[in-house]
């Protein structure tokens, strides 16, 4: 079993500036897609950023400008680059990898979610 885990929350002021990390317990073979989702309490989960293996990248609109995604494909780990943070980016993030093997099939990872704060 593959377990994602997410480092490199906290609290932070408004106007401050995180990096999450995230990394597989072992090489994963055949992902497609490495990104970040996060869940306000009382909201849905909803994508923040995603990296395809190719290097395209999708943020949603409220991050565009201020979130940098990016991935590493040989250390299959996916990194978040949160600047100009605002107290609306407070939930908890998770780390997702989607992909599919030969033998396997399709699969899709979640971490364990790592939780940011934004104070105002």
């Known amino acids: 079993q593959v377990q994602l885990v997410e480092s490199g929350g906290g609290l932070v002021q408004a106007g401050g500036s995180l990096r999450l990390s995230c990394a597989a317990s072992?090489?994963?073979?055949?992902?497609?897609?490495m990104g970040w989702y996060r869940q306000a309490p009382g909201k849905q989960r909803e994508l923040v950023a995603n990296?395809?293996?190719?290097?395209?990248?999708t943020y949603t609109d409220s991050v565009k400008g201020r979130f940098t995604i990016s991935r590493d494909n040989v250390k299959n780990t996916v990194s978040l680059q949160m600047n100009s943070l605002k107290p609306e980016d407070t939930a908890v993030y998770y780390c997702?990898?989607?992909?599919?093997?030969?033998?396997?099939?399709?699969?899709?990872?979640w971490g364990q979610g790592t939780q940011v704060t934004v104070s105002s």
């Open positions: 997702n990898v989607k992909g599919r093997q030969a033998l396997l099939g399709s699969f899709d990872y």
């Open positions: 072992r090489r994963i073979f055949g992902i497609n897609i």
């Open positions: 990296i395809t293996s190719g290097g395209s990248t």
